[in-house]
Structure formats: C-alpha cells, structure tokens
Antibody
Framework: QEQLVQSGAEVKKPGASVKLSCKASGYTFTSYYMHWVRQAPGQGLEWVGIISPSGGSTSHAQRFRGRVTMTRDTSTSTVYMELSSLRSEDTAVYYC???????????WGRGTLVTVSS | SYVLTQPPSVSVAPGKTARITCAGTNIGSKSVHWYQQKPGQAPVLVIYFDSDRPSGIPERFSGSNSANTATLTISRVEAGDEADYYCQVWDSSSDRVVFGGGTKLTVL
C-alpha cells in the first residue's frame, strides 16, 4: 500500500541548513505531486511547497522564497526539501504529503521534527 | 492572499451533531478539503472536493460548501472524533495551498 517514509529528527543551529527526505512506495512515484507541509509546536498546518516528481518543477509559499529547495530522485522514489538560513521560527514538524489531483493530500508521512536552537 | 477562517473550538456531546465552519471570500467557487489530526499523528483526509469521503471514512462525516462558508458535519459524534480539524483549498489565482487555522473539536 501507499507509504511515505521520512528521515529522522534534526537539530540545527540558527543560520544552518537542513535537508529532509521522503521516500515513496506502493504507487507510481512520478504520477503524483508531492507537497511539504509544516506544523510548529502547538500551531496549525502551513504549506511549504510542491514538487512534480515527473518533471521536477516546483512551487512554494511566498514566505520561503529564496530559502527552500525541493528536488527529487526518480531512481529511488525520493523527494527532498532543503531549507536554508534556519531560524528558531522554523522549528516544526515537517510532513511530506502526496498530492491527489495537485489540490489536496491523500497520504501523509509521519513527519520529521526539525529543531533550530543555539 | 486568500484567507480561511475557522472557529478555534467546537464542543459537542456524544451522539449529537458537530458542525465546523470554514469561511472564505466566495469559497463556494473553490473545492474544499478537510483533515482530521489527532495528537502526535499526521493529518488524515476526511472530506475532499467539498463532500466526497475517502474510503474508510465513516458516513457520519459529510461536507458542504456554498457562498462564503464551507461546513464539515460530523453526525452521531463519538469520543474518538475528538481532534483538530483543518479546512484547505487550492488557490488557483496564486497557485498555492491555503489552510484554515484549525478547529479543536471537544467531545463533552
């Protein structure tokens, strides 16, 4: 069945970068978009961006402009999200979520906790 | 940018009906999706395209969308329905996903 397996928790210092991974299985990787969504502690869901696994095109929320890079490796069915110039406000659980018809999410990973602290 | 507004909390007694609203300008012209999130877990899709239910989601969950308000309705509420609920749209004008702020459903 469909599954998204995310990389483990990260602890980073302010100003550093973090690269997260999300490995898909149980379906045709290139047939579905992949989104990244984050959730700060005790807060709501926030959309980060989207990648097309087939062509590699991306789009992201305005607030991450210049700081987020999303890539994919079709040979391993894995997508990556790198966030740079980390600040304490980036502390959150980051989820990858499969895009159904691009517009919504039908399967989610378990999330990766990123902690930014000096 | 497009904004979705949800009430922070809704409380309901077991067996009763809970209605969670999601307000947005002319939201009736967009497709609305709803997610349930329990503590420490990833969100789960419970309603998509306003009123469709994924397989495995009980018929007690239903959705509607008109004018400036979309509504998630949970009938015959059970203790296990206690969770945070988020509405979501794809804003085609900006090519972005937008989430509501979330509503905490408490079963009394």
């Amino acid at each position: 069945q469909e599954q998204l397996v995310q990389s483990g928790a990260e602890v980073k210092k302010p100003g550093a970068s973090v690269k997260l991974s999300c490995k898909a299985s149980g379906y045709t990787f290139t047939s579905y978009y992949m989104h990244w969504v984050r959730q700060a502690p005790g807060q709501g869901l926030e959309w980060v961006g989207i990648i097309s696994p087939s062509g590699g095109s991306t789009s992201h929320a305005q607030r991450f402009r210049g700081r987020v890079t999303m890539t994919r490796d079709t040979s391993t069915s894995t997508v990556y999200m790198e966030l740079s110039s980390l600040r304490s406000e980036d502390t959150a659980v980051y989820y990858c979520a499969r895009g159904a018809a691009r517009t919504h999410f039908d399967y989610w990973g378990r999330g990766t906790l990123v902690t930014v602290s000096s | 940018s497009y904004v979705l507004t949800q009430p922070p909390s809704v409380s309901v007694a077991p067996g009763k009906t809970a209605r969670i609203t999601c307000a947005g300008t002319n939201i009736g012209s967009k497709s609305v999706h709803w997610y349930q999130q329990k503590p420490g877990q990833a969100p789960v899709l419970v309603i998509y395209f306003d009123s469709d239910r994924p397989s495995g989601i009980p018929e007690r969950f239903s959705g509607s969308n008109s004018a400036n308000t979309a509504t998630l309705t949970i009938s015959r509420v059970e203790a296990g329905d206690e969770a945070d609920y988020y509405c979501q749209v794809w804003d085609s004008s900006s090519d972005r996903v937008v989430f509501g702020g979330g509503t905490k459903l408490t079963v009394l």
